[in-house]
């Protein structure tokens, strides 16, 4: 199985900051990796895949990069409704597998 | 558009076999790349994927829990049932059901859609 490493596991930021977290594969999965974000009590929604496309009505502030095995996700500018858990996933192969998340906190 | 409901019961004993039976409307599971998948959380900690169902009746599941799990699709009824057997309180957590759609030809194995989500408590 692909595991799924992301760091930090929470981090805290004000509204507008730039904020980066990190994403390592233990294998490299080329560029199929994804991101979602998860608030409390809510699905998963997908923001970003095969590593740096943007899904469709998910905002410009979001962006992601890497192949390989390192990604990264960047919000530029931090938003009220960010605040939020980030998990990556790997689809490269299957078992599909998810990271641990990152958690995003007001600072 | 692309929806999906899971249901099922909220509360089940140890050792019973959990069903749950995803709902979808807006795709069809007869066409060639589409998948749908089941992923569950427990409370306060991160999500893990179970199974996956192909549009060709294709399955795979997660290997720690392959003994226990089976997937299957009604086409008919645009429904995806899980079966989870010998349930144990660790097994608590919400149950996510999924859509991966198509990508250059192939499933995509990302989940563009998602249900609400059904929290199944174990215990005695």
């Known amino acids: 199985d692909i595991q799924m490493t992301q760091s930090p596991s929470s981090l805290s930021a004000s509204v507008g900051d730039r904020v980066t977290f990190t994403c390592r594969a233990s294998?490299?999965?080329?560029?199929?990796l994804n991101w979602y974000q998860q608030k409390p009590g809510k699905a998963p929604k997908l923001l970003i895949y095969?590593?740096?496309s943007l899904q469709t009505g998910v905002p410009s502030r979001f962006s992601g990069s890497g192949s390989g095995t390192d990604f990264t996700l960047t919000i530029s500018s931090l938003q009220p409704e960010d605040f939020a858990t980030y998990y990556c996933?790997?689809?490269?192969?299957?078992?599909?597998?998810f990271g641990g998340g990152t958690k995003v906190e007001i600072k | 558009q692309i929806t999906l409901e899971e249901s099922g019961p909220t509360v089940v004993k140890p050792t019973q076999t959990l069903t749950l039976t995803c709902s979808f409307s807006?795709?069809?599971?007869?066409?060639?790349?589409?998948?749908v998948g089941w992923i569950r959380q427990p409370p306060g900690k991160a999500l893990e994927w179970l199974a996956l169902?192909?549009?060709?009746?294709?399955?795979r599941y997660s290997p720690s829990l392959k003994r226990r799990l089976t997937i299957t699709k009604d086409t008919s009824k645009n429904q995806v049932v899980l079966t989870m057997t010998n349930m144990d309180p660790v097994d608590t957590g919400t149950y996510f059901c999924?859509?991966?759609?198509?990508?250059?030809?192939?499933?995509?194995?990302?989940?563009?859609?998602w249900g609400q989500g059904t929290l199944v408590t174990v215990s005695s």
């Open positions: 999924a859509h991966s759609g198509v990508r250059d030809g192939y499933n995509s194995h990302f989940f563009d859609y």
């Open positions: 807006g795709f069809s599971l007869d066409n060639s790349g589409v998948s």
């Open positions: 169902i192909y549009w060709d009746d294709d399955k």
């Open positions: 294998q490299s999965i080329s560029s199929y």
């Open positions: 095969v590593a740096s």
């Open positions: 996933q790997q689809s490269y192969s299957t078992p599909l597998t």
